[in-house]
């Protein structure tokens, strides 16, 4: 016990020691909660819309007058034939080309019918699916306009409709959905990157060594090296919410201790990965690599841009085993609905597997004697 | 000549035995494509969803029973009371809820309008707005058919077509996203890290003590990247033909090309960042803290550049990925060729010999 | 003699090479035992097998009493060791990284801060007490490191190399520090390049190609082999090397 003491006292001391791990520490929240949030918009406007009308009848030029004004398009141009229109879609300068055909307002009345054309640039599938749904709902809001401008019977048919209301994020503001996995990625990085690149400095230094001589047992070491770290984590992860309640208002709804307690078991977690890179690597370039290959993945698949429930089964499957999916869907839960321990149980129990797996891995490779 | 040549044995050396570095230089890449362009999608299916139904009329059986067909809703609960929707929501256990009230399809009849409600989780905006628009959509289609059944006149029907991705796939936005994040994190971070690595060890004096150019050094620490990056390049390419049936559609030599040229821009901005970077620790930390956010951010492939405050956009044209990116996808997603990207392609070709010669100035002052 | 190390045809074999076989030797206590050896004679590979650091392939020893196959971590509490590289934490200060050893080595509070005086006042480090080890010069920082190495009194301390780049005025002193040592009862067991050195050892042995090819008093070895220095002595041997390394 009283080894863990003089080890810690090290630890700290060499850790605070290092002025740019305490800048980074200090700025990287600041920077990342900043940065982020404001560029993490999927809110999609502005879609810049082609628009080719060979009708130009009245009921046309109304049409293209309500989606401008819908505030959801923007016109980026008229042309005078739809290739045309596809050649500015083709061209990155408009998201969608609408082509209102010859004697459309004619023959809509003739023949109780009649063809609109849409093409959309489907690349990016968010803005296509909204900028549709978009679309469509103008047209039929217009549809029924001119239903009821010509007076025609509209034959009384009842309808369904519908009213819709956000629980939880009521402005349906962004940044409440960004910053809880943001505080995420920033503890990840930090976490789990130092931590293996301070052990293996140890090991490239030599001093690694000198410890494994002494009789200092090797779970007293590994837990040494893990408090400070998890201190580090718990002060960034601290200050990133400081930063988020003050910079955007939000103030998570849920119990503390449950956010705490659950970023404990996380960091608990990727310090077991940091480790076990750490105890497979000899150099510092060695634990980098390592360490930016699991982190970039996290990132990616971990829910933080894209939704994991949007990804297919066996992709789910595999994410299931990265602890940041489970933590950022716990933040999000906490941070914005309120859940409670019991709501959270079995993500943190998933968490504290893996991570039980990961150190006793660790430990178990991290031998004193060669 | 065959001094440049020695040089340029002795880094690929150093870089080919490191098999653990290695794996993240190869591996990676790889894995990105392979994870992301299976697994990374915007599309929104399966969602879970709880149904309060106080009416349980034909009405309301009917519309559950269309919501129940559709592939975007997977019902989850069926609900007694909406009390219990709280907790359904905070286990994250659904995403939405609709409530049908009491009457239903008696208001329907009699007064020839029913209103039934929608609560999504708000927590994540985008879905929350897509399946209330589905929701919505799958109720259109109820009066629609309602209507026809009473001959409702003055049909207008919108045909969309989905150009370039009619299904919606995530591959084709995410692939040439990571291409151009994996390129330039990989080359900046390994390029500075080596540099530095030397400086540490101190091989680097000696290098300089040698009476061989400076610029011969620099080469020979570019040479290896260059080339993993290129071959990088090929695997993701093959890679995306093979695995996420998105071929090259445009011109190969264009897309070599320009992938050069960002890579080369790549490579000098890790030359600089060796310069003031004393550990290899510092270094590893600036590429990443410092190339990772931006590139990430500002190349536009994960959020759309267009939404961001004025002055991010500002900063996004000095982001080399943000250009590269969008030759990608013009070269490889639509097949347009040079005259569709020469801009772009200029763009990046200034960007590329600026940071070189600043780099290059920089490094050989350093060295002095 | 009571005798600290005993070694009983100790070997260590990485796969087919043998780097080094069936070590048979015996140092007493107090004792200044050098280890010499050419590079790659397997000098570090014995001395690390010693330390704990690595296990024997066969054969038995017993360091301090202790078997050296099962009470490793006995072994350890009872012996010091001073690596080539080292080994002090440079972003600490001196009398940090001698809280730090003594603390680990289980010294109380009270026996830290006389030893920390002590150590000090011998080093002549008073005014350095709180510079941080990087910041040392050389010389300093290996008397300093061999100090820390014997903070808390071992029966054996290990020495691998310790005197390499400084100007031999400072290696003087060091070894008046490592006599010292021995004085107190603290055996020394030192590898060592440096011929000279080996004249300051009770006893010396020469390892070649992984095999003791000599082991006496220096005295001993210069009249056995007819040489005036133990460097002739050691290069008669040494040349007849076939490992490199």
Redesign the interface.
Same mark, same amino acid.
């Given at each position: 016990m009283k080894t863990l003491y003089f080890l810690l006292e090290k630890e700290f001391r060499q850790l605070l020691r290092n002025r740019q791990l305490m800048r980074t520490l200090l700025l990287a929240p600041l920077i990342q909660l900043i940065l982020l949030p404001l560029a993490a918009d999927y809110t999609v406007k502005d879609i810049q819309i082609a628009v080719t009308d060979n009708d130009h009848s009245p009921s046309s030029q109304r049409l293209i007058a309500k989606i401008t004004a819908s505030g959801y398009f923007r016109l980026a141009g008229y042309t005078a034939s739809y290739p045309e229109a596809l050649r500015m879609v083709e061209q990155d300068k408009a998201d969608l080309a609408l082509q209102i055909p010859a004697h459309f307002e004619r023959d809509l009345v003739r023949e109780n019918n009649k063809q609109l054309y849409v093409a959309i640039n489907a690349i990016e599938g968010t803005k296509a699916n909204l900028g549709g749904a978009y679309l469509q709902s103008i047209i039929s809001d217009f549809n029924d306009d001119l239903r009821i401008q010509w007076n025609v019977p509209a034959s009384d048919t009842p309808q369904v409709t519908v009213t819709s209301s956000n629980w939880y994020n009521p402005l349906l503001k962004f940044p409440l959905y960004m910053v809880p996995a943001i505080l995420v990625t920033l503890v990840t990085a930090m976490v789990a990157m130092q931590s293996a690149f301070n052990i293996v400095q140890e090991k490239e230094s030599g001093t690694i060594e000198q410890i494994n001589v002494t009789p200092i047992k090797k779970h007293i070491f590994i837990i040494g090296k893990m408090i400070p770290f998890l201190a580090l984590g718990i002060v960034l992860f601290t200050m990133g919410l400081l930063v988020g309640r003050i910079l955007y208002g939000i103030v998570p709804v849920g119990s503390l201790w449950v956010l705490y307690g659950s970023l404990i078991v996380y960091l608990f977690s990727m310090l077991g990965l940091g480790l076990l890179l750490a105890t497979y690597s000899f150099t510092q370039m060695q634990a980098m690599s390592l360490s930016f290959f699991f982190i970039n993945i996290f990132n990616m698949m971990s829910g933080v841009f894209t939704s994991v429930d949007s990804m297919p089964g066996w992709a789910q499957t595999i994410v299931a085993t990265f602890p940041p999916s489970h933590f950022i869907k716990i933040m999000r839960m906490v941070v914005l609905k309120g859940s409670g321990f019991s709501d959270i149980l079995p993500k943190l129990g998933a968490m504290a597997l893996i991570g039980l797996f990961l150190n006793t891995w660790a430990v178990l490779n991290y031998r004193k004697t060669a | 000549m065959k001094q440049l040549f020695t040089f340029i044995r002795k880094e690929f050396l150093h870089v080919f035995r490191d098999r653990k570095t290695l794996l993240m230089l190869f591996g990676l890449p790889i894995a990105q494509i392979v994870l992301f362009g299976f697994a990374l999608s915007n599309e929104i299916k399966d969602s879970r969803i709880a149904l309060v139904d106080y009416s349980k009329d034909a009405v309301t059986t009917r519309l559950i029973g269309k919501i129940e067909a559709s592939h975007y809703f997977d019902i989850q609960h069926t609900l007694a009371s909406a009390d219990q929707l709280n907790a359904a929501f905070k286990r994250g256990d659904i995403k939405m809820a609709v409530i049908f009230p009491a009457n239903f399809g008696d208001d329907l009849t009699h007064t020839g309008k029913a209103t039934l409600q929608i609560i999504a989780d708000g927590s994540d905006p985008n879905q929350a707005t897509t399946i209330t628009n589905y929701l919505q959509s799958i109720v259109n289609d109820y009066n629609a058919e309602l209507a026809r059944d009473a001959q409702q006149p003055l049909q207008i029907r919108p045909e969309v077509q989905m150009l370039y991705n009619p299904e919606l796939r995530g591959a084709p936005n995410f692939v040439p996203g990571v291409m151009a994040l994996v390129l330039m994190l990989v080359c900046t971070m390994m390029t500075s890290v080596a540099i530095v690595k030397e400086k540490e060890l101190g091989t680097m004096e000696i290098l300089l003590v040698s009476p061989f150019k400076p610029i011969y050094i620099i080469i020979s620490k570019l040479a290896p990247n260059l080339l993993i990056s290129i071959v990088n390049l090929f695997i993701i390419l093959i890679l995306s033909d093979i695995f996420l049936d998105l071929p090259v559609k445009g011109s190969i030599a264009l897309l070599v090309f320009c992938s050069i040229l960002f890579i080369l821009t790549s490579l000098s901005i890790g030359l600089l960042l060796s310069i003031n970077a004393k550990t290899q620790q510092a270094a590893m930390m600036g590429s990443l803290m410092g190339m990772m956010l931006p590139t990430m951010l500002l190349t536009g492939f994960l959020f759309p550049i267009e939404n961001m405050p004025f002055i991010l956009q500002a900063l996004s044209n000095l982001v080399p990925s943000r250009w590269y990116f969008i030759i990608v996808k013009r070269v490889m997603l639509k097949g347009l060729g040079f005259s569709a990207v020469w801009k772009e392609t200029l763009i990046l070709a200034a960007m590329c010999f600026l940071l070189f010669a600043i780099s290059l100035r920089k490094f050989k002052i350093r060295l002095q | 003699m009571d005798t600290v190390i005993t070694t009983d045809k100790l070997t260590k074999k990485f796969g087919a090479f043998v780097a080094a076989s069936e070590l048979t030797f015996e140092v007493g206590k107090g004792e200044i035992f050098g280890f010499l050896g050419a590079n790659g004679a397997g000098k570090t590979t014995a001395m690390r097998m010693l330390?704990?650091? *690595?296990?024997p392939t066969s054969g038995k020893a017993r360091i301090a009493g202790y078997d050296i196959y099962t009470q490793? +971590?006995r072994i350890? !509490?009872s012996?010091g060791?001073m690596?080539?590289?080292?080994?002090?934490? /440079? /972003? *600490?200060t001196v009398s +940090?990284n001698i !809280?730090?050893?003594g603390?680990?080595?289980?010294m109380s509070r009270a026996a830290i801060r006389t030893k920390t005086a002590t150590l000090l006042e011998e080093l002549q480090l008073g005014n350095e007490a709180s510079t941080l080890v990087r910041e040392l010069p050389l010389g300093w920082k290996q008397k300093l490191s061999f100090s820390v190495s014997i903070v808390h009194d071992p029966e054996i301390v290990f020495l691998d190399e310790p005197t390499g780049g400084v100007d031999p005025v400072t290696r003087r002193q060091f070894w008046d520090l490592i006599y010292a040592a021995a004085d107190r009862g603290v055996t020394v067991f030192v590898t060592t390049h440096y011929m000279d050195e080996a004249e300051y050892c009770n006893r010396v042995s020469i390892m070649v190609d992984g095999v003791i090819a000599a082991l006496d008093s220096p005295a001993n070895l210069r009249d056995h082999y007819g040489h005036a220095s133990m460097e002739d002595v050691f290069y008669e041997l040494a040349r007849k090397a076939n490992r490199k390394e």
């Open positions: - | - | 330390c704990g650091l *690595l296990a490793t +971590e350890k !509490r012996i060791y690596s080539q590289k080292f080994s002090l934490y /440079d /972003d *600490l +940090e !809280r730090f050893y603390g680990i080595y289980g």
